[in-house]
């Protein structure tokens, strides 16, 4: 079962890139990992998602070792509005009985002007 | 695209009643639907699992007959909460996925705020 870490909180300021790591040392080889961004009193929103190597969208990049033990979400020149919490979610594939959706902490951002 | 709604968003309700919580994928079918608790400051915790057309599958520790769920389409799974206590308060949210796979992205909802009085 994989359970992922995270830095509590992190601050930065507007314009810097932010980069968020999150430990999942148990993962296994089905698993993917994805992030997900929520603002309070909100439902999370969808991030980004990947497996291996790198992968970036047009908000984030996410990197990932060779070893899939950790990952970094990297987000490019924050603005104010990326305040929020951030979670890394490691996610079995269905149809394993073992299966379990663990959601970790979750890292507050708070971005500075 | 991928909106999924929640209806009422905030739920003030007396000691002992009964809360049903709609969550409906309004522009895709959902294979699966999952219902999520959170507390103040704290992550979200998966209650159960929701498939169209059968029983839901509830997480260790949560109460199957006091946390009804039916996913009688693929569009819409609500939440029953019967016999509210005080305890019960808490940010009920669920979300759907259009895919096969459990690591399939899920689109949430906004989120029901829920106060048991």
């Known amino acids: 079962l994989a359970k992922t870490t995270q830095p509590i909180s992190m601050d930065s300021y507007e314009g810097q890139e932010v980069n968020i790591t999150c430990s999942h040392n148990?993962?296994?080889?089905?698993?993917?990992i994805t992030w997900y961004q929520q603002f309070p009193s909100q439902g999370p929103r969808f991030i980004i998602q990947g497996y291996k190597t790198k992968v970036t969208n047009e908000v984030a990049s996410l990197f990932i070792p060779a070893d899939r033990k950790s990952s970094t979400l990297s987000l490019p020149r924050v603005s104010l509005s990326d305040t929020a919490v951030y979670y890394c979610l490691v996610a079995p594939t269905r149809g394993d009985s073992n299966y379990q959706l663990i959601w970790g902490a979750g890292t507050k951002l708070i971005i500075k002007p | 695209g991928a909106v999924v709604s929640q209806h009422p968003s905030r739920v003030i309700c007396k000691s002992g009643t009964s809360v049903k919580i709609e969550c409906r994928s309004l522009?895709?079918?959902?294979?699966?639907m999952f219902w999520y608790r959170q507390f103040p400051k704290q992550s979200l915790m998966l209650m159960a699992t929701s498939n169209e057309g059968s029983k839901a599958t509830y997480e260790q520790g949560v109460e199957k007959d006091k946390f009804l769920i039916n996913h009688a389409s693929l569009t819409l799974s609500t939440l029953t909460v019967t016999s509210a206590h005080p305890e019960d308060s808490s940010f009920y949210i669920c979300?759907?996925?259009?895919?096969?796979?459990?690591?399939?992205?899920?689109?949430f909802g906004p989120g029901t705020r829920l106060t048991v009085l």
């Open positions: 979300s759907a996925i259009a895919g096969q796979k459990v690591r399939d992205t899920q689109y």
């Open positions: 148990n993962i296994a080889t089905n698993d993917y």
């Open positions: 522009d895709f079918q959902a294979t699966t």
